[in-house]
T-cell receptor
């Protein structure tokens, strides 16, 4: 199964941009790249998804490498509400890994 | 509010017992997914149904079973419960069977096995 690799944790200062990386070197041509985030004791929340082109929405931007073997979730101005665990998944068996715990420093 | 409803919110039961968790997907969503999240663990995919048919299986134990009914709600049955089955169980729904549409998660059922 296609897998993703993310750093276990990252820190960011409030109101600064955050770039969360994800490696997916075994991605197949039909795999969509999805990002979700989860607060403690809550269900994951959809953030953004894409296939080949970069994507923007009101929450974030998704930058996808040309070879699609990696992607980056970009939060343009981190707020305290953005502190969460962020998951990057490929849509095969929609398996989530451990994700990246983002800490936002005031 | 994601539009996905899971009941009950909390469940406390004893080892060896059997429980049923229920999920109502968002209106119009045909896919339902079940996940298990143990303490400080990532989300483990259990099973995926699309329009009543099983589409994919993940790390689901033989003691666990699921189904999706004609009205598209889904139930996850857990039997012969063990202490290690204590976890948060999430249901998610999406419009499509494949990756073009996002997953929308419910708030989960917290199962405690004593």
């Amino acid at each position: 199964d296609a897998k993703t690799t993310q750093p276990n944790s990252m820190e960011s200062n409030e109101e600064e941009p955050v770039h969360l990386p994800c490696n997916h070197s075994t991605i197949s041509g039909t795999d969509y790249i999805h990002w979700y985030r989860q607060l403690p004791s809550q269900g994951p929340e959809y953030v953004i998804h894409g296939l080949t082109s970069n994507v923007n929405n009101r929450m974030a931007s998704l930058a996808i490498a040309e070879d699609r073997k990696s992607s980056t979730l970009i939060l343009h101005r981190a707020t305290l509400r953005d502190a969460a665990v962020y998951y990057c998944i490929l849509y095969q068996k929609v398996t989530f890994g451990i994700g990246t715990k983002l800490q936002v420093i005031p | 509010d994601s539009g996905v409803t899971q009941t009950p919110k909390h469940l406390i039961t004893a080892t060896g017992q059997r429980v049923t968790l229920r999920c109502s997907p968002r209106s119009g969503d045909l896919s339902v997914y079940w996940y298990q999240q143990s303490l400080d663990q990532g989300l483990q995919f259990l099973i995926h149904y699309y329009n009543g048919e099983e589409r994919a299986k993940g790390n689901i134990l033989e003691r666990f079973s699921a189904q999706q009914f004609p009205d598209l709600h889904s139930e996850l049955n857990l039997s012969s419960l063990e202490l290690g089955d204590s976890a948060l169980y999430f249901c998610a729904s999406s419009v499509a069977a494949w990756g073009s549409s996002p997953l929308h998660f419910g708030n989960g059922t917290r199962l405690t096995v004593t």
